[in-house]
C-alpha cells in the first residue's frame, strides 16, 4: 500500500497541465498538444473499462509525444499545410521515416533530462512497439522504390504494461 502511496505522489508531479515540457508542446507543438489531450481523454476511458490504473494512463498520454518537441514541423499536426514531407526519392523518405521514428528515442531522452519517473518513460518508449510507419511505407511501395520495411519500424519495445498497450491503441486511434 506505501508502495502505491510513492508511486501515485511522484505521478502526481507531472500530472498538471502547467507543467512546463506541457507548457512547452502547447507553444511549440500545438497540434500535438491537442493530439496528447484527445489521447488521454480515449486512453482513460479505456483504463476504467479495463480496470487498468487510469492515473498513468492519463500522464502517460500527456508525455507518450514528448519527442515531437525535438523537430514538431515535421508532423502532420503541426503543420500550416496539408503537406507531409515526401518526394519521389527512396533515401529522402526513407530519411524522413527515420527522423518521425526518432520522436520516440527523443522523448525518453527529454523524459530521462527532466527526471519523468520510470513509469512514464517506459510509456514513452514503447507506444508504436514495433509497429511500421506505413505513410512513408506505403507512399514508396506506391511510387516502386526499393526498401526495405525494416526501414520504416520503430525499434520498439512492444508495451510491457496494459497501460502502455491502452495508450499504444489510442494513439493510432
Known amino acids: 500500500f506505501s508502495d502505491a502511496i510513492i508511486v501515485m505522489r511522484r505521478l502526481l508531479r507531472f500530472e498538471s497541465l502547467s507543467n512546463p515540457l506541457l507548457l512547452r508542446l502547447s507553444q511549440e507543438a500545438s497540434g500535438t498538444f491537442h ?3 484527445n489521447v488521454s481523454i480515449l486512453a482513460q476511458k479505456s483504463a476504467k473499462s479495463i480496470g487498468a490504473d487510469t492515473l498513468l494512463v492519463r500522464i502517460g498520454a500527456y508525455y507518450h509525444d ?3 518537441l525535438y523537430q514538431p514541423e515535421l508532423f502532420i499536426e503541426n503543420q500550416s499545410g496539408d503537406e507531409i514531407p515526401s518526394s519521389e526519392d527512396a533515401d529522402t523518405i526513407r530519411r524522413n521515416a527515420q527522423r518521425i521514428i526518432a520522436h520516440v ?3 525518453v531522452e527529454i523524459a530521462a533530462m527532466n527526471h519523468l519517473p520510470n513509469e512514464l518513460i517506459n510509456i514513452i518508449a514503447e507506444h508504436h512497439g514495433t509497429t511500421r510507419m506505413l505513410y512513408f511505407y506505403e507512399e514508396a511501395k506506391r511510387q516502386g522504390l526499393k526498401v526495405r520495411k525494416t526501414d520504416f519500424k520503430y525499434d520498439g ?3 510491457q504494461s496494459k497501460e502502455s ?3 499504444m491503441l489510442s494513439d493510432s486511434v
Open 105 to 107: 528515442k527523443k522523448g
Open 157 to 159: 519495445p512492444i508495451p
Open 165 to 167: 498497450a491502452i495508450i
Open 35 to 37: 493530439h496528447i489531450i
Open 66 to 68: 514528448l519527442g515531437k
